[in-house]
């Protein structure tokens, strides 16, 4: 018996209820894991919510965690009892102790803390796949990422740094906007007080930027098209403020040819091979200092229904990790 975050029917953060759930022993291919620490997500509260709907209720919610193996069931070669390890899916991260199929991890490096694995999993292989997978940033472009100062944008404005791109990041306060500035985005805008689109065509002389990372949604899409010059790249990766409203798709013609994406983590994370390339290089752009995993805030796990509403009301910066 453990305790964990049930969700029995989609809603508030009131429908998060925590309670003594079964774990059992891991069967084949899987693994059990005690959680050590449990990275906070904005999908988290699209599935209390019902936005993205479980595969089935009740289901324990949470995607991103780091612990330490207690047992392997049969067909298990790659991990055993002790490893430290970390992931970014499937569901069931606000737990104690859950299990998991061996292939949905990854071995945590030693330099690194079970806080920082929570802190970057999801997030971290999100910014790999938006910069190398749908978008191939490359020295000379000039990218737009919105919501800079949170979870994804600390680490995809860093690592788009790390590229060479030229940055220009949104952020929805003074004190965010000056912590994305030293994060080392060129231009920092606070879209609560200043109109995005006018900066980003001062900031480019009228020319537009090659890609929009958007992970905003509902508040930000058409307007992030206006930030595009002709044949730029939509990354519509997310709808923290709502989900984007069905348009015309000719006006992707209109404001220049654009190209338009809406992917998934999971999609580029699908096999084994994928998964392990994401984590093999956010590994090593964290291991070389170029992207710094701030451990974040940490908190009770037990505290995730407060947590998820900190994040719904934008009062959160970079990641929040809840401790078991
Ligand atoms: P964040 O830490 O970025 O939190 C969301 C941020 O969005 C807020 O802090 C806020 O920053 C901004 N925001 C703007 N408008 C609103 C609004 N109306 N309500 C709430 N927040 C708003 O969250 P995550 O790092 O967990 O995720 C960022 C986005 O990326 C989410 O949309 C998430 O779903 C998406 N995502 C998508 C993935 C994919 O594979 N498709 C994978 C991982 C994340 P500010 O105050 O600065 O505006």
Redesign the pocket.
């Known amino acids: 018996m453990t305790k964990a975050f049930v969700i029995h029917e989609y809603g508030g953060p009131e429908v998060l209820k925590w309670q003594d759930v079964e774990v059992g022993d891991p069967g084949p291919g899987e693994v059990r894991l005690r959680h050590k620490a449990v990275g906070l997500?904005?999908?988290d509260v699209?599935h209390r919510t019902g936005l993205y709907p479980l595969p089935a209720l009740p289901a324990v919610p949470g995607m991103e965690g780091a612990g330490v193996v207690e047992a392997v069931g049969e067909d298990v070669t790659e991990f055993r009892a002790g490893d430290r390890v970390a992931y970014a899916h499937p569901p069931g991260a606000y737990s104690e102790v859950r299990l998991i199929p061996a292939a949905k991890l990854v071995a945590l490096p030693g330099a690194l803390s079970f806080e920082q694995g929570a802190a970057m999993m999801?997030?971290g292989m999100?910014a790999r796949y938006l910069l190398y997978g749908c978008y191939n940033a490359l020295p000379g472009d000039v990218v737009l990422i919105h919501?800079g100062?949170?979870?994804?944008?600390q680490i995809l404005v860093q690592w788009a740094k790390a590229k060479g791109v030229t940055v220009i990041a949104?952020?929805?306060?003074v004190e965010?906007a000056a912590l994305v500035t030293g994060l080392g985005a060129e231009h920092v805008i606070n879209?609560q007080s200043e109109d995005f689109v006018a900066r980003v065509k001062d900031i480019t002389h009228g020319r537009g930027v090659h890609v929009v990372y958007d992970?905003?949604?509902q508040?930000t899409f058409l307007k992030s098209l206006d930030c595009l010059r002709p044949l730029g790249t939509m990354v519509s990766?997310?709808?923290?403020?709502?989900p984007v409203e069905p348009f015309n798709i000719g006006l992707l013609a209109a404001k220049g040819s654009l190209f338009l994406t809406r992917?998934?983590?999971m999609t580029y994370t699908a096999t084994r091979e994928g998964l392990l390339a994401h984590a093999r290089d956010l590994f090593e752009v964290v291991a070389r200092g170029v992207v710094k995993i701030a451990e974040g805030r940490t908190r009770p796990l037990v505290e995730a229904p407060q947590a998820q509403q900190e994040?719904?009301g934008?009062r959160?910066i970079g990641s929040t990790i809840l401790i078991p």
């Not at 949104?170 to 306060?173: C, L, M, R, V, Y």
């Open positions: 997500n904005f999908i699209y999801l997030k999100t919501a100062a949170g979870g994804v944008g949104t952020a929805g306060s965010k879209y992970g905003v949604g508040a990766f997310g709808n923290a403020s709502g992917p998934s983590l994040m719904e934008r959160t």
